[in-house]
Nanobody, 118 residues
Framework: QVQLVESGGGLVQPGGSLRLSCAAS????????MSWHRQAPGKKRELVAA????????NFADSVKGRFTISRDNAKNTVYLQMNSLKPEDTAVYYC???????????WGQGTQVIVSS
């Protein structure tokens, strides 16, 4: 049974940082590209960051470049999203996904809420 379980969300002040984690099981993690997406209220889900299966290449949405980093630990079957200099517009539910390429998600997690507010 495939599972993607996100954690690390919460309430943070503008300018603060959070680190999201996504623990994977039920599939060969090291063979899949991993991505983080987010969906704000009333908006479409958008791709935030992606990383290839071996971690050699990453992609970021323009809105988060220079502030977010994505990494993975294939030994722990976990992908991370480090979010720095958070802004209120980063408020959303963040989802991790796994797929054959960074832009073709096949499996989804349930999401973790991030709220950036003073």
């Amino acid at each position: 049974q495939v599972q993607l379980v996100e954690s690390g969300g919460g309430l943070v002040q503008p300018g603060g940082s959070l680190r999201l984690s996504c623990a994977a099981s039920g599939f060969t993690f090291s063979s899949y590209a991993m991505s983080w997406h987010r969906q704000a209220p009333g908006k479409k889900r958008e791709l935030v960051a992606a990383i290839t299966s071996a971690g050699g290449s990453t992609n970021f949405a323009d809105s988060v470049k220079g502030r977010f980093t994505i990494s993975r630990d294939n030994a722990k079957n976990t992908v991370y999203l480090q979010m720095n200099s958070l802004k209120p517009e980063d408020t959303a539910v963040y989802y991790c996904s796994a797929g054959p390429t960074p832009f073709s998600p096949r499996y989804w997690g349930q999401g973790t809420q991030v709220i950036v507010s003073s």
